[in-house]
């Protein structure tokens, strides 16, 4: 079946500083990534929709310029978290769509706890 | 502006009872509705994926069904057992890309 995974699955860093998290599909291509945030006991927000090879598509109230998100293949996105403070702390999970048998899926990774100090 | 709405937002049970857990949705025009369970800081584990031509979809002790016209479905879990207790997501996809809008999920806790 279609795996995602993400890394790293848990981090912690001071205040102003950037972290990088990854996506990836490990056995398909996807042209289609999405990146969700999730605060505790609520449910998933979409943040962004990421498109390998072109820039990616924010949802209202998502600052771009804070959450960079690069696509750069079929297998990859990153979202790096710019000069992090303590309310990005959340839950960051991606999915990726795997275009086979007919119908469009989402596959969910494993989530991101980032927890800025 | 698609809006899912899940009830209850919490549920306990004793094990072995059978139960409902129910989403709705705004806008009938859907390409599909999914059923997801979440554990504790953990991702999605895709549990259902009902078409929009469908009306239920099976799967052991899970049961969904879908009324697109009424904007509703319904995750039964037949037989509760403790290692059901998680929180249980429904997310409908539009007709239009690949976006998924989650509800606000319902945690269920099973009792021994």
């Known amino acids: 079946g279609a795996v995602v995974s993400q890394h790293p699955s848990r981090v912690i860093c001071k205040s102003g500083t950037s972290v990088k998290i990854e996506c990836r599909s490990l056995?398909?291509?996807?042209?289609?990534m999405f990146w969700y945030r999730q605060f505790p006991k609520q449910s998933l927000m979409l943040m962004a929709t990421s498109n390998e090879g072109s820039k990616a598509t924010y949802e209202q109230g998502v600052e771009k310029d804070k959450f960079l998100i690069n696509h750069a293949s079929l297998t990859l996105s990153t979202l790096t978290v710019t000069s992090a403070h303590p309310e990005d702390s959340s839950f960051y999970i991606c999915s990726a769509i795997w275009r086979g048998g007919g119908t469009d899926t989402q596959y969910f990774g494993p989530g991101t706890r980032l927890t800025v100090l | 502006k698609q809006e899912v709405t899940q009830i209850p937002a919490a549920l306990s049970v004793p094990e072995g009872e059978n139960l409902v857990l129910n989403c709705s949705f705004t806008?009938?025009?859907?390409?599909?509705l999914q059923w997801f369970r979440q554990d504790p800081g953990k991702g999605l584990t895709s549990l259902l994926l009902?078409?929009?031509?469908?009306r239920e979809q099976t799967s052991g002790r899970l049961n969904a069904s879908l009324d697109k016209s009424s904007g509703r479905s319904t995750l039964y879990i037949a037989a509760s057992q403790p290692g059901d207790s998680a929180t249980y997501l429904c997310a409908v996809r539009g007709n239009a890309g690949n976006m998924l809008t989650f509800g606000g999920g319902t945690r269920l806790m099973v009792k021994p």
């Open positions: 056995d398909f291509q996807a042209t289609t």
């Open positions: 009902i078409q929009s031509s469908q």
């Open positions: 806008d009938s025009a859907i390409y599909n």
